[in-house]
T-cell receptor, first 112, second 114 residues
Framework: QQQVKQSPQSLIVQKGGISIINCAYE??????FPWYQQFPGKGPALLIA?????SEKKEGRFTISFNKSAKQFSLHIMDSQPGDSATYFC???????????FGKGTHLIIQP | NAGVTQTPKFQVLKTGQSMTLQCAQD?????MYWYRQDPGMGLRLIYY???????DKGEVPNGYNVSRLNKREFSLRLESAAPSQTSVYFC?????????????FGEGSWLTVV
């Protein structure tokens, strides 16, 4: 049972455009939703995270939108740059438990 | 600023061989994790250690054992490697069990079982 579903698998965006990656979750006990960024040959690194008591969080060009009733959240990358080309993972965790449940990842390519 | 350090970086094993992946963190974190990453599968939790002296199974524990040697070190052992264990393995750590604690990852260990 896949608890966090991520789409699309791959995404190509022109430089300066908006990249949008979507995730949906099933377990209503999840209370923390981070996004991780991974470059080739490196480990994932935390990019931005949100809790379900807010509908949006913005850090620079990166924004998480959260829809609790639909059990969906998304990552928006504004003014996408070639340096943003990476694999992005959404994830979720629940209080008192350990570890994160990850989506399957989105391979993002920003074309110059 | 070492963070989470894993060794070895690359390893090729023959089916049936055993090996141990080593992991150490220097952030004084209580919780440590082992994940595996396979193409199109995301990251899946193998084992975790909520605190020194405790270990628990994650989503895909079969074929693996772990040891939390001390607060800093958490090793993953493959007793009899199988081709299905060909993967990239990531060790990670976090301050504690609270769901909001950031999980920090090492740079990965590429394992091929032939």
């Amino acid at each position: 049972q896949q608890q966090v579903k991520q789409s699309p698998q791959s995404l190509i965006v022109q430089k300066g455009g908006i990249s949008i990656i979507n995730c949906a979750y099933e377990n209503t006990a999840f209370d923390y939703f981070p996004w991780y960024q991974q470059f080739p040959g490196k480990g994932p690194a935390l990019l931005i995270a949100i809790r379900p008591d807010v509908s949006e969080k913005k850090e620079g060009r990166f924004t998480i939108s959260f829809n609790k009733s639909a059990k969906q959240f998304s990552l928006h990358i504004m003014d996408s740059q070639p340096g943003d080309s990476a694999t992005y993972f959404c994830a979720a965790s629940k209080g008192g438990a350990d570890g994160l449940t990850f989506g399957k990842g989105t391979h993002l390519i920003i074309q110059p | 600023n070492a963070g989470v350090t894993q060794t070895p970086k690359f390893q090729v094993l023959k089916t049936g061989q055993s090996m141990t992946l080593q992991c150490a963190q220097d952030m004084n974190h209580n919780s440590m994790y082992w994940y595996r990453q396979d193409p199109g599968m995301g990251l899946r939790l193998i084992y975790y250690s909520a605190s020194e002296g405790t270990t628990d199974k994650g989503e895909v524990p079969n074929g693996y054992n772990v040891s939390r040697l001390n607060k800093r070190e958490f090793s993953l052992r493959l007793e009899s490697a199988a081709p299905s264990q060909t993967s990239v393995y990531f060790c990670a750590s976090s301050l504690g069990r609270s769901s909001g604690n950031t999980i920090y990852f090492g740079e990965g260990s590429w394992l091929t079982v032939v």
